[in-house]
């Protein structure tokens, strides 16, 4: 099947596969004499395991672990349950951002009036900084999380 279809038939954009072979986290289709890419089952398959994989907020680092180890017969399920384990981790540090930026933004929603004047408690907080949100991720190496002010 030609990209298109494969793009249909994993949920895959066709711009995101060309990117996949170009990076090298799926091989390059194989390339008709025109040189058309074509996809096998097997080909669909992996893009439907990426897909998912990328779904679920796994990095591209990740996913190229979680390929290998999917290819490796011989694998201990330990190494997948370490780097879905990892996810988890990382998920719920995002939704604890989340969850405190919502708060601080309804607190500052809350103590606005809405009216005609020109004095917004939400104007004011963001100039001052409250409630100041760090939201990088821990993995580039700073704290995930609220920061103080």
Not at 9 to 36: C, F, N, W
Not at 56 to 84: C, H, N, P, Y
């Amino acid at each position: 099947m030609n990209i298109g279809e494969a793009s249909k038939a994993s949920g895959v954009s066709s711009k995101m596969i060309r990117y996949y072979e170009q990076i090298g986290l799926i091989k390059p289709a194989h390339r008709t004499d025109s040189s058309y890419r074509t996809y096998t089952d097997n080909d669909i398959h992996t893009l439907r395991f990426v897909r998912r994989a990328r779904d679920l907020g796994f990095s591209v680092e990740q996913m190229k672990t979680l390929l290998a180890l999917w290819r490796d017969r011989s694998r201990a399920s330990a190494d997948v349950k370490a780097i879905a384990l990892e996810q988890v981790a990382e998920l719920e540090r995002k939704a604890a951002v989340i969850a405190e930026m919502t708060k601080t933004l309804k607190h500052l929603v809350n103590n606005c009036h809405g009216d005609h004047r020109p004095d917004c408690p939400i104007i004011e907080g963001f100039a001052e900084g409250k409630g100041k949100v760090d939201a990088t991720p821990a993995k580039e190496g700073r704290k995930f999380g609220v920061a103080a002010v």
